[in-house]
DNA sequence: TTAGTAACTAACATAAATGTAAGTATGCCG
DNA sequence: CGGCATACTTACATTTATGTTAGTTACTAA
């Protein structure tokens, strides 16, 4: 097992390295949305049911320092903030769209009908 | 967004889903170990730190009652048991296998040697 | 000067996942 | 009968993730 130290984290495998950077209920829900087009803050929080301001903003934040988003602040009146998604997050969209079509099928599996 | 309920729990998204099944810190761990021999109890838990057998055997039971693997109890003395995986837990190692990759593409982004 | 809007932030509360420690079942062997 | 070994299970504690509510900032328009 690979075991490694990031930011005083100790980590057993690359897997878990994953998750910790787009695990978590909403940062692949994000990434999904942010792939094809340009978001704002208040858009983001509407697609996204049962979404707190709270979790929404340090998941961008945190998606945001680790490199996966970009983000621009637009000075109208009121502010407008945009955020699109990097190339380094790109890089993750296969990952989730596996994982998708594996969800999908495990909901066959099980007679679920979407 | 799909949004449907299985067992009386909602779910969002089919990635929600998945990591419903086989999510959390040890299964696909377990999994993983599993693709390519059988395993006993003992044996598992030796191979992974830090697993505890609450963990170990909640985990197998889950994973059992799901469909992903199968156990042997062989009535020796003592008692030997031996996991394996079911076809069904096969077709998660090509998902599981994505994840590595990707795993390892980020640390090596990070700077992080393996 | 007050009010309104977007995008946050902070404090506190609850829920979910995992950890720890001890106990149980079965069966044989001495 | 007592003890040992494997494979668990149970009760309880702690940690981590998420939810809730109430601010805060910056700017302009009324």
Redesign the pocket.
Known sequence: MPQFLKDNKKYYTPVEYVFAKI????KMPLLWRLKDKTW????L?ESIA?????????N??ELLNDGFIN?E?I?E???????SITEKGMNSIPIISMLRDYGFELMKDDGIKH
């Open positions: 695990g978590g209920t909403y704002r803050y208040s858009e929080k049962h979404l707190s301001d709270r979790m929404l903003s340090k961008l934040k983000k602040v000075p009146v009121p502010v407008r903030t945009e955020y």
